[in-house]
């Protein structure tokens, strides 16, 4: 099966341009879209070589890829040369030098992972599933948890051979995120309802704040009220991380002790929480 001419493969991505640029409308300041990029990008440097030499099978998933509203990327040819869609760019966060680049330096610190399974795909033409997988990503520049449901499927050249992977995934780290903390806010409304002391009270709901070690690394809990003359406005009354139980409230904690004055908190039994979420955490969960 010969491939088309060159004019016949710049139409086909011209017209998954028309399909995405539809679903999106442009403005002056946005960034190229992938079917822009893919079609003027050099590929001759790359091993799957000019466009117009492109198969006939390997144009028509990288069209059907382009023209998709739903996350995929695809590996082809013997370097796993990558490609993805506009969809699929949020996944790749701040990451530049990915078109056209070899699917092992793009996701170089998942590989394990992802080329463990991508060999399978390649090797008996199976595709595989994934629900809800952690991959520990370094797309914004530090590792991030991040969960993700996925396919790989075989992509198949002219010749029926395998010579390709096309992924198809959503990203599920915002759902599973929620899920934990809402699970433990959840426990922690029922911790120390029956404890009898405030000391206990403490113990019970460190216990459960201590069981989310993803979300918070360290927590300490601090008793906020009236002291003695000279003594500090808070007090540790225990913590899950050794180093915690050390930090002097009128420290490292003055702002807990201020958001508890400023809640009213009077005489013995105002509580302040101090929860440290580590040095590289953001709202999406990373470590």
């Known amino acids: 099966m010969t491939a088309e001419p060159n004019e016949n493969v710049h139409a086909s991505l011209q017209a998954a341009s028309t399909v995405v640029s539809m679903s999106a409308p442009a403005t002056a300041q946005a960034p190229p879209g992938m079917a822009e990029m893919v079609r003027d990008f050099d590929w001759s440097a790359t091993p799957l070589g000019n466009a117009a030499s492109w198969s006939r099978s390997l144009q028509t998933v990288v069209r059907l890829m382009l023209g998709s509203r739903y996350a995929m990327w695809l590996a082809w040819g013997p370097e796993l040369t990558f490609l993805c869609n506009d969809a699929y760019r949020p996944t790749l966060g701040v990451k530049q030098c990915f078109i056209g680049a070899p699917a092992r ?38 590792k991030e948890e991040t969960w993700h449901t ?23 780290t915002r759902c599973v995120l929620s899920e934990r903390r809402l699970a433990t806010v959840a426990q922690l409304s029922g911790a120390a309802r029956h404890a009898q002391t405030t000391a206990l009270a403490c113990e019970e709901m460190l216990a459960v704040l201590g069981e989310n070690r993803r979300d918070l690394p360290f927590v300490g809990l601090y008793l906020a009220g009236a002291q003695e003359p000279g003594a500090a406005f808070a007090r540790c009354a225990g913590s899950t991380h050794p180093l915690a139980a050390n930090l002097p409230a009128d420290a490292a904690h003055a702002c807990a002790a201020r958001d508890a004055a400023g809640a009213g908190y009077g005489g013995g039994g105002a509580h302040g929480l101090g929860a440290g979420r580590g040095p590289a955490q953001d709202d999406r969960g990373g470590l």
């Open 105 to 142: 330096e793009v996701w170089a610190e998942v590989w394990q992972e992802a080329g463990s399974r991508i060999e399978y795909v390649l090797s008996t033409g199976e595709a595989t599933w994934d629900e809800n997988l952690l991959l520990i990503l370094e797309r914004n520049g530090f």
């Open 150 to 172: 996925f396919s790989y499927s075989p992509a198949h050249g002219d010749s029926g051979r395998v010579e390709g992977m096309l992924c198809v995934v959503t990203e599920d």
